[in-house]
């Protein structure tokens, strides 16, 4: 079974390999699902599970926030913030269509989900 960390590993490999495609919005999406992974795997080795597979999307920012310990408050509350702002790309790049999607945004994704 494959640690969030690969998992995350690989999400971040296809969303370059969608954006070299010119696949915008899936690229976005990949990203997203690149920093949800690696946020998983910290609170895997945490101690977090609670019985569930992953928290809800929306929990994240929150959890980042109380859980990330091992970063100081400046770099937790920017982790945060580039996490709710992947998560708005996200939402615009995988549920509305009128939502413009193109390469710097693509581009912007995989830098937030480094």
């Known amino acids: 079974m494959p640690t969030w960390l690969e998992i995350g590993i690989d999400n971040i490999g296809a969303a370059k390999a969608l954006l070299g495609d010119k696949r915008h919005r899936s690229a976005v999406s990949r990203s997203y699902y690149a920093a949800f992974s690696h946020v ?5 080795r945490g101690g977090f599970s609670k019985g569930v597979r992953t928290p809800s999307h929306r929990a994240i920012p929150r959890l980042i926030e109380h859980t990330f310990a091992h970063l ?3 770099r937790r509350r920017k ?5 709710k702002h992947l998560y ?3 939402l615009g790049a995988d549920y509305e269509r009128s939502t413009a999607v193109n390469k710097p945004t ?4 995989l830098k937030l989900a480094g």
Request: overall charge neutral; aromatic content about 4%; glycine content about 0%.
């Open 72 to 74: 100081n408050l400046t």
């Open 79 to 83: 982790v945060k913030a580039d996490f």
């Open 40 to 44: 998983n795997e910290v609170l895997v």
């Open 106 to 109: 693509a581009i912007q994704a």
């Open 88 to 90: 708005a790309l996200r």
